[in-house]
């Protein structure tokens, strides 16, 4: 079974601009969560979609929001970004959403100028 | 405040020895715990898991240990290869009547495992 993909692996954007990341869940796994990792802060959630829904959301601001379409796949958007937006994105699958295993994609390496 | 903490941000151990690698929780929600492995700019490997109706969970050289009285886990890889060097992050899942799904990670212990 192929693992979790994430596009693009790597991204330069400048302050103010948009930007959309995209991944690609296990085949047959339904719960898609997005993690932000800093140096300072480590790995923190950023929000789950399990079925389409935004099922839990972490303490990120507005500007970040994302999407799961019917095939599972999902995107996160970060909308006027900023220098302190700059991390690594992870993705992460799980079959279900509650207590499993979730496993990673690689990441999106983000860099925001 | 971390609701999961791993206190040690290294350890160095010879291979061929045991790597014990700790973390505390302070949540008593949490009722799933994972252990990762993660290399700079990859994503978290998922290695071992443990419910915490159980208190021992091994898969091969790794077993994972939780002491729910001390709200305590720790894992054990026995023997250390200098292959198992890399940041290993400890992290739990809460069961909130369903609505969850996010993995509160610790701060990660590098472990370096030396020839």
């Known amino acids: 079974k192929a693992g979790v993909t994430q596009t693009p692996r790597y991204l330069i954007k400048t302050r103010g601009q948009q930007v959309t990341l995209s991944c690609s869940p296990i085949?047959?796994?339904?719960?898609v969560s997005w993690y932000q990792q800093t140096p300072g802060q480590g790995l923190q959630f950023l929000f789950e979609?399990?079925?389409?829904?935004?099922?839990n959301k972490g303490n990120f601001p507005g500007r970040f929001s994302g999407r799961q379409f019917s095939n599972s796949r999902s995107e996160m958007n970060v909308s006027t970004l900023e220098l302190g937006d700059s991390a690594l994105y992870l993705c992460?699958?799980?079959?279900?959403?509650?207590?499993?295993?979730?496993?990673f994609g690689p990441g999106t390496r983000l860099t925001v100028l | 405040d971390q609701q999961v903490k791993q206190n040690s941000p290294s350890l160095s151990v010879q291979e061929g020895r045991i790597s014990i690698l700790n973390c505390d929780y302070t949540?008593?929600?949490?009722?799933?715990f994972l252990w990762y492995k993660k290399y700079p700019a990859e994503g978290p490997t998922f290695l071992i898991s443990?419910?915490?109706?159980?208190d021992k969970n091994e898969d091969g050289r790794f077993t994972v240990f939780l002491n729910k009285s001390a709200k305590h886990l720790s894992l054990h890889i026995v023997p250390s290869q200098p292959g198992d060097s890399a940041v290993y992050f400890c992290?739990?899942?809460?069961?909130?009547?369903?609505?969850?799904?996010?993995?509160?990670f610790g701060k990660g212990t590098k472990l370096s495992v030396k020839p």
């Open positions: 979609y399990f079925s389409e829904t935004q099922r």
């Open positions: 443990i419910s915490s109706i159980k």
């Open positions: 992290a739990a899942l809460g069961n909130y009547g369903g609505s969850q799904g996010n993995l509160i």
């Open positions: 085949s047959g796994h339904r719960s």
């Open positions: 992460a699958s799980s079959p279900r959403t509650g207590p499993d295993t979730q496993y």
């Open positions: 949540n008593s929600m949490f009722d799933y």
